[in-house]
């Protein structure tokens, strides 16, 4: 009795959950922004060492905890190792891999993953409020 099921998205949501909100990222599932990523590598240059080890070892381990990422890994001679990222929204990330060890380039790839592609914005103020107070902003010198 403790959950309901969305009659829109057949969801099963929790009862802290409201079922009328839109699914998006972080309220009711995870939607991975992340589409594809392309590995590039060099196969005998030293940057590329723990790109190569990490093909070797880990990435079909990756590939199948995240399926819906398309992984793919390309030759290029004599350049340094990146990992190239496609996102929903349209938008493609380069990260340089250069010495990286293979935990370090797992992070990195978890860290493409979750984020959304849009590139960082600067906030205007250090707070936010879809209702902002009819009597204006509290400032130190109002009531002197």
Same mark, same amino acid.
């Given at each position: 009795a403790d959950e309901a099921r969305d009659a829109k998205t057949g969801i099963m949501a929790a009862s802290r959950v409201n079922p009328r909100f839109v699914t998006s990222n972080g309220i009711t599932r995870f939607i991975c922004q992340l589409r594809a990523v392309t590995l590039y590598y060099c196969k005998t240059g030293g940057s590329s060492k723990g790109l190569r080890q990490f093909i070797d070892q880990d990435l079909v381990e990756f590939a199948k905890a995240n399926p819906e990422i398309a992984v793919s890994a390309k030759i290029r001679n004599s350049a340094h190792p990146e990992a190239v990222g496609e996102y929903l929204n349209g938008q493609v990330t380069s990260e340089e891999l250069r010495n990286f060890n293979a935990f370090e380039i797992q992070?990195?790839? /978890?860290?493409?993953?979750?984020?959304?592609?849009?590139?960082?914005?600067? #906030? %205007?103020?250090?707070?936010?409020? /879809?209702?902002?107070?009819?009597?204006?902003?509290?400032?130190?010198?109002? #009531? %002197?």
């Open positions: 992070a990195k790839l /978890q860290e493409m993953r979750s984020a959304s592609g849009s590139p960082a914005q600067k #906030f %205007k103020s250090m707070t936010y409020t /879809q209702t902002p107070s009819t009597q204006g902003n509290w400032n130190p010198f109002m #009531f %002197k």
